[in-house]
């Protein structure tokens, strides 16, 4: 282990001094040992293996381990210390305003679960006059309010709702329509840009009256979907299917301003074919917590109604909801910037001419970029490269880069990109890609792939 591996260790070693006990005694005593020149190369005794193993989370073995966080692949703390990080893994990592934390602090509150909070309920006025719906409500999470859309919709028992399949109510959100709302989801083939195929949709709707059969009281939409816009007039062949057959449509748009930058249009142009829609605030829009959903008074008392046994009455709720008004009148009009951050990272990749990395430019239509990984390369690796900072990049590239992106499949990642994400870094990030291009390009490959079971520089 050398000087500056040794050094850059101890350096993020020394907070888990102020963790738990045995998070204390593991820093403690790899401390003592580092400083003393002990290396890590080879397996640990059975002490340090225990504790380093509760620590991390997993057994160490040959050094020490990259840390998984769930979902997200991180880099842990020690590649961390020094350098440029870029978080492009989604748009849910945005900070809230000053703006936003002027207006929560200095918001009207009252109760929302007795007789109302006055920011919140200015919140769904405002929402529904611009959506040209009759009311709307807020709620926690885009999955509570596509969860209390589902089961406004869907009131009987033996109820079914169409879907795409790889759509983020079946894919994300834990089958909550079956395992609490008792509503089957039956999934339809989803194109790459989002579209659910008419004909398979239309083939999919239990039409008859049979008891044998569940009845299909919903279709479910997507807008954006991995950042590609549903059209206007692809919406309006689903609307009229849909009435053909006296089914409602639900819209899930959690990136439903991104949708309505990338169209030209107002919010009310993109909804006016659905009978519900779900937003959320927390996503481009930058707000801490909070989505909402619109539909008609019916409804919404329905939702309402839901969204109290799901446990989404928040009481103060307009401290939040004064965020979304800030991001409503303020973080809308900036957007497009994180449209063009996003076109202007595939168009690099494409000039790069990277034998590992590229993209498809007229793939992307609003904030997201999926990078295909033309190589085999496992995407866990890729990111893992890519959050580290390896020897010799400093000197290449003039600072190191801790690029956090997201695994979006097999073969391929996804960059989101939102107000924490200047266009200068779009610059650095197209550096980090071309640096690991040609680290997974050159002779080391595999010395640089294997070398990650180890600490990294």
């Excluded at 020394?14 to 400083?35: E, G, N, V, W, Y």
């Excluded at 309920?121 to 509570?144: C, H, I, R, S, Y």
């Excluded at 195929?197 to 059969?213: F, G, N, Q, T, V």
């Excluded at 390009?441 to 070398?451: K, M, P, Q, T």
């Amino acid at each position: 282990m050398n000087s500056q591996m040794r050094k850059l260790l101890l350096s993020n070693l020394q907070p888990l001094l102020c963790m738990k006990t045995f998070h204390r005694t593991a820093a403690a005593c790899l401390i003592h040992d580092i400083s003393c020149g002990k290396s890590y190369d080879q397996p640990c005794d059975r002490k340090h293996q225990r504790w380093l193993t509760r620590c991390s989370g997993k057994p160490i073995h040959g050094g020490l381990t990259q840390m998984e966080n769930k979902r997200y692949f991180s880099c842990t703390a020690n590649t961390m210390s020094s350098g440029r990080v870029i978080d492009i893994r989604s748009d849910t990592f945005t900070k809230p305003t000053p703006e936003m934390y002027k207006a929560m602090m200095n918001a009207e509150l009252g109760d929302d679960v007795y007789d109302g909070d006055p920011t919140a309920e200015k919140l769904q006025d405002t929402v529904a006059k611009m959506m040209k719906k009759e009311a709307a409500l807020f709620v926690p999470t885009g999955t509570m309010g596509n969860l209390v859309s589902i089961m406004a919709h869907c009131q009987g028992r033996g109820e079914e709702v169409l879907l795409g399949e790889e759509c983020h109510i079946l894919v994300w959100e834990q089958a909550g329509i079956s395992q609490i709302a008792n509503v089957n989801a039956r999934a339809v083939k989803t194109s790459p840009d989002g579209k659910l195929c008419l004909k398979d949709l239309e083939a999919k709707i239990r039409w008859r009256s049979d008891p044998h059969w569940p009845i299909t009281r919903l279709i479910c939409l997507e807008n954006t979907f991995s950042g590609r816009v549903l059209p206007l007039n692809y919406l309006k062949q689903v609307r009229e299917l849909a009435d053909k057959y006296n089914v409602k449509i639900h819209l899930d748009g959690a990136r439903l301003m991104n949708a309505v930058v990338a169209l030209g249009t107002t919010p009310d142009a993109v909804v006016q074919y659905c009978d519900s829609v779900s937003m959320c605030f927390s996503k481009g829009l930058g707000c801490p917590v909070g989505s909402i959903v619109a539909g008609d008074k019916d409804f919404i008392a329905r939702a309402l109604r839901h969204r109290k046994v799901l446990g989404g009455g928040m009481r103060q709720s307009g401290i939040l909801a004064a965020a979304a008004l800030v991001a409503l009148d303020k973080s809308v009009a900036r957007l497009h910037v994180d449209h063009d951050n996003a076109k202007k990272l595939a168009k690099g990749l494409v000039d790069m001419k990277s034998p590992i990395f590229t993209a498809d430019p007229q793939a992307v239509e609003t904030n997201m970029v999926i990078i295909q990984i033309q190589d085999g390369t496992n995407p866990m690796t890729v990111c893992q490269l890519l959050g580290n900072a390896h020897e010799g990049e400093e000197a290449a590239l003039g600072q190191p880069v801790h690029m956090k992106i997201f695994p979006f499949n097999g073969s391929s990642l996804r960059g989101t990109f939102h107000q924490d994400v200047s266009t200068d870094d779009v610059d650095w990030i197209l550096k980090k890609l071309k640096f690991v291009s040609d680290l997974l390009s050159g002779s080391e490959r595999e010395a640089v792939i294997n070398g990650l079971t180890k600490l990294s520089l």
